[in-house]
């Protein structure tokens, strides 16, 4: 046995939405012992349902998009298929969203397969967007890389403060890889994060423009003593096209806010379309921050 094999599988069960606790462990107390001296035990999996419906409330604020409440519907059986529905209805000052995906049980090659539609109005750095959507996607883990293979399609209306409206639309299949070298998933402090994207869109399949869009991000953790951590970030990004006309906003690039560039209000940096910022097609940052724990949660 490995105690490294026992915690995968631990971890890939709990990670499925049936189970709301998984704990695996040896039965030490059934094994058995032969002749040569190899012991054999069985391995024993405590599992606890998840509630076939939750419902949940929530409210808050953010620096990028302000105060907000939010409705999530979730079931793990939808049918009684094994389907995940996951679903919901957010409220932002400047963003309102409603989506609603539906995940099938893993195959045999443990792939996630899902579509889901969502429908979304935003009103950020004197542009506002009125976007509806729907796609599928399948996900799968290869040892440290997770492959994302979706296909979507978006209607854009596109309206710029001090300039004229745009509709955009776009039918794009798309790849992400991450590779993942860290020590802990949810708060690392130390290892490595590389992800690489592809997708495009073609007029003679259902999109307003041509262009092959392609994104890389790299993210670097050192550890400083016992409580601080240096985080190193470069992202770069091109979107090939004749112009970023007629391209939706998903496929072009706008950054600034929390999570990108601090100091600089959400998705301030971009192209001057009016009075209003929008996406280009060119990105390129890099940054170095140094986060500081007070204790194990803060």
Request: no cysteine; hydrophobic share 35%; aromatic share 8%.
């Amino acid at each position: 046995y490995r105690e490294e094999k026992l915690n995968a599988l631990q971890t890939t069960l709990q990670s499925t939405p049936y189970f709301a606790s998984v704990q695996t462990l040896l039965d030490r107390a059934a094994a058995e012992t032969d002749a040569d001296g190899n012991a054999t035990a069985p391995i024993l999996v405590r599992v606890r349902e998840r509630s076939p419906h939750r419902v949940s409330f929530g409210a808050g604020a953010s620096s990028n998009t302000g105060a907000r409440v939010e409705f999530n519907y979730h079931t793990p059986n939808l049918f009684a298929q094994a389907w995940e529905l996951d679903s919901g209805l957010r409220l932002e000052q400047k963003r309102q969203t409603a989506y609603a995906d539906v995940f099938l049980p893993p195959d045999e090659r443990n792939r996630r397969h899902s579509v889901g539609v969502m429908a979304e109005a935003t009103d950020i750095q004197n542009l506002k967007t009125e976007r509806y959507a729907f796609g599928a996607q399948t996900v799968q883990q290869r040892g440290s890389v997770e492959q994302r293979l979706s296909l979507n399609w978006q209607n854009e209306q596109r309206d710029p403060d001090g300039a004229a409206p745009v509709t955009s639309r776009a039918l794009v299949p798309n790849g992400v890889w991450t590779w993942r070298h860290v020590d802990s998933l949810i708060e690392p402090r130390n290892g490595t994060v590389l992800q690489g994207q592809i997708g495009g869109g073609s007029k003679a399949a259902l999109s307003d423009q041509n262009f092959v869009r392609v994104h890389a991000r790299f993210q670097h953790y050192i550890p400083l003593g016992r409580v601080d951590t240096l985080t190193l970030r470069g992202e770069v990004g091109y979107t090939l096209a004749d112009s970023r006309q007629r391209i939706p906003q998903d496929y072009l690039f706008r950054t600034g806010g929390a999570g990108s560039v601090r100091g600089y209000a959400y998705q301030s940096l971009g192209i001057k379309e009016g009075n209003a910022t929008v996406g280009g097609r060119y990105l390129g940052i890099v940054s170095a921050e140094v986060t500081h724990w007070l204790d194990e949660a803060w």
